[in-house]
């Protein structure tokens, strides 16, 4: 299954904000968090917190078969979930879905155990 990895740079004055909205991604906006990633077509996603001397990062993975498709359907999607994930994106990395800045981020190496 492709997946997409990401590392980003939590701003200081941000973390707590981005902490809460984590913790209501798993809780009590869980039921919304889990359509909206059905309908974008993702069938896994991990976020993980990472402490280092220059401030903390999220690292965030994503399983799905599309991976532009699951990033375009963030991005345009008027799903009052997915439009709060955006705003809360803007507010704490200045990300824009709707702009991508950039390339999905490239896998290099895919290794596995249980390969046939």
């Not at 059905?38 to 917190?49: A, D, K, M, S």
């Amino acid at each position: 299954m492709p997946m997409v990895v990401m590392s980003m740079s939590i701003p200081d004055d941000k973390f707590d904000s981005w902490r809460a909205a984590v913790t209501e991604m798993a809780g009590r906006r869980r039921d919304e968090f889990d359509a909206a990633r059905r309908r974008q077509g993702i069938t896994r996603q991990g976020v993980w917190v990472q402490r280092t001397p220059e401030g903390a990062r999220e690292i965030l993975v994503l399983e799905t078969e599309d991976p532009r498709r699951a990033f375009e359907e963030m991005a345009t999607s008027d799903q009052p979930f997915d439009v709060w994930l955006r705003e809360m994106l803007m507010d704490t990395y200045k990300l824009d879905l709707t702009a991508p800045e950039g390339p999905l981020p490239e896998q290099i190496l895919d290794w596995s155990a249980n390969r046939d």
